[in-house]
């Protein structure tokens, strides 16, 4: 049973940043491409940031230049670090497999909030 567990959310002002983490447990974690989610109120899950097993990153226009996704194979961890943010950015955060239909269970997520 593959558990995820995401943290690092909170309220921030516009401008300002934060840092995600994602902990894997029970999985070979280093074989599959992760990414991180959101989901805002009323909206559906939107894949944002991608690396591959190898290191490869991929972003959404709307966060490009502004987060920055890495991987830590060892620890069985994703970071998202974020910067600039805006209050388009307010969502639920979570991890994931980011390539293929295979998806883990989902975590509980973290809240981040945008406002000043």
């Known amino acids: 049973q593959v558990q995820l567990v995401e943290s690092g959310g909170g309220l921030v002002q516009p401008g300002g940043s934060l840092r995600l983490s994602c902990a894997a447990s029970?999985?070979?974690?280093?074989?599959?491409?992760m990414g991180w989610y959101r989901q805002a109120p009323g909206k559906q899950r939107e894949l944002i940031a991608a690396i591959t097993a190898g290191g490869n990153t991929d972003y959404v226009d709307s966060v490009k230049g502004r987060f920055t996704i890495s991987r830590d194979n060892a620890r069985k961890t994703v970071t998202l670090q974020m910067n600039m943010l805006k209050p388009e950015d307010a969502a639920v955060y979570y991890c994931n497999i980011a390539s293929g239909s295979t998806r883990w269970s989902w975590g509980q997520g973290t809240q981040v909030t945008v406002s000043s």
């Open positions: 029970g999985t070979d974690f280093s074989v599959h491409a």
